[in-house]
């Protein structure tokens, strides 16, 4: 079956949308023939999306969130259901990096990276779960992280959301057997997104500045084609990225080797592990 009989007519929300990955996944979803809802806090960057959609620009519903406010989400939530009368496949896409030490980073912003990254995700799903179950079908899609399988310096408050992800979906999934919902985690490696310039210290104020090791990364518009493959093919994991990747193969068959390569930047060492393991290639 080609994306586009699987996609097409489905009812997708995406958060996130406003930029990067979600961003482009609206384009692509659009060229699909889906039906999107399209939510983030910044509306106009939303508008912005909708009226570039490729099929039918200005067709997607643009509902504002702000994942810090969990009590809302509820109510955006049964909203969001009212645009096409159901929701088939949500994709947790939101989130919030940091680049800062533990010890420097406050509670506040923890707490903060903790309700974007997690709880906004599960509030959300849990929100449109009894939907899922009444209609017998529906698909779950969160976008995790390298950091939500190992922890690195400066992302801590990142790295914990991430992880919680994978405790509360991969719990949920055991649940869900038979129900006809599906739950798709996906791991991006390093994408070509402004994520870090996006980012917050530990004290909440803005980090700014794109990392070189983004702007050199494994492009959107090809790592959003393959996540899309991924959830049409329902894969409960999916890593996307570059060879950024191979520490997912470390983690799990030499853990103490991946610890020894990280245990000063992240990105430095995982630049020094792609140069020693250039034979991959
Ligand atoms: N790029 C990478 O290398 C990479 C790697 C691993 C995982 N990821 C994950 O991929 C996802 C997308 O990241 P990206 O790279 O596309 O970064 P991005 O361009 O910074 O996109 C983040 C999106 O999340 C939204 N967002 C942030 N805070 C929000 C809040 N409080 N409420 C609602 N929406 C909020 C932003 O929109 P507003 O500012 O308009 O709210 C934006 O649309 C994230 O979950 C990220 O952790 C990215």
């Known amino acids: 079956m080609s994306l586009k009989s699987h996609f097409q007519g489905k009812v997708i929300w995406i958060t996130g949308a406003s930029s990067g990955i979600g961003e482009e996944m609206c384009y692509q979803f659009s060229d699909f023939g889906a039906k999107l809802i399209i939510s983030a806090r910044n509306e106009g960057k939303l508008k912005r999306v909708n009226s570039q959609l490729p099929r039918n620009p200005g067709s997607a519903k643009v509902l504002p969130i702000d994942l810090e406010n969990l009590s809302e ?8 259901m009212s645009f096409f009368g ?8 939101a989130g919030m990096a940091v680049r800062d030490f533990a010890i420097n ?7 903060k990276l ?17 939907h899922f179950q009444e209609q017998g079908s529906g698909q779950l899609v969160v976008i995790s992280s390298l950091s939500g399988k190992y922890g690195v310096p400066k992302l801590a408050a990142y790295s914990a ?12 999934r055991s649940e869900l057997v038979d129900s006809g919902i599906f739950i798709s985690i996906l791991i991006p ?3 070509q997104t402004e994520i870090t310039a996006h980012a917050v210290m530990g004290q909440g104020e803005n980090y700014g500045k794109v990392e070189t090791a ?14 899309i493959l991924a959830i049409s093919k329902r894969k409960e994991e999916f890593y996307v990225g570059g060879m950024e990747g191979v520490t997912l193969w470390l983690n ?13 930047h992240p990105l430095k060492r995982l630049r020094k592990l792609k140069k020693s393991l250039t034979f991959w290639n």
């Open 252 to 264: 799990r068959f030499s853990p103490w080797l991946l610890r020894r390569f990280i245990r000063n």
């Open 114 to 130: 903790m309700n974007i990254n997690y709880f906004g995700a599960v509030t959300l799903t849990k929100s449109l779960l009894p």
């Open 189 to 191: 490696g390093i994408i």
């Open 86 to 93: 159901r929701i088939d496949i949500l994709i947790n896409n």
């Open 214 to 227: 983004f702007k050199k990364a494994y492009p959107t518009e090809k790592a959003v084609n393959e996540m």
């Open 161 to 172: 959301p991430k992880h919680a992800l994978h405790g509360f979906f991969e719990s949920l």
């Open 105 to 111: 980073t406050s509670i506040e912003t923890d707490q």
């Open 73 to 80: 989400l509820p109510g955006k939530a049964k909203e969001a």
